[in-house]
């Protein structure tokens, strides 16, 4: 069973970047698809990207499109999410889960999740 932390968010003016991260431990990162998720304050959990495996696709929601970017290095077993122009609305907690399917947005796929990191924007 694979375990994940994530890492990397704090408090962040409007229009700053971060780079988060998600550590996979226990089993290769390489054997799943990694989907980045944020859950805001009062609101559900919202599908933010998803990557394949061996990093060739990259699936974003409409929302995430232009401004997020997934990576993953697999010999690292770490996957990123890079946020840029950081918008108040942007405030979440961030969390990255796996799953050994490809189907970026049905979250009960992802079988494991991470515990999250917080990403807050100051305006």
């Known amino acids: 069973q694979v375990q994940l932390v994530e890492s990397g968010g704090g408090l962040v003016q409007a229009g700053g970047s971060l780079r988060l991260s998600c550590a996979a431990s226990g089993r290769a990162a390489s054997d799943y698809a990694m989907g980045w998720f944020r859950q805001a304050p009062g609101k559900e959990r919202e599908f933010v990207g998803c990557i394949r495996r061996d990093g060739t696709t990259k699936y974003y929601a409409d929302s995430a499109k232009g401004r997020f970017t997934i990576s993953r290095d697999n010999a690292k077993n770490t996957v990123y999410l890079q946020i840029y122009s950081l918008k108040p609305e942007d405030t979440a907690v961030y969390l990255c889960?796996?799953?050994?399917?490809?189907?970026?947005?049905?979250?009960?796929?992802?079988?494991?999740w991470g515990q999250g990191t917080q990403v807050t924007v100051s305006s």
């Open positions: 889960a796996a799953s050994s399917d490809w189907s970026p947005t049905t979250q009960y796929l992802y079988t494991t």
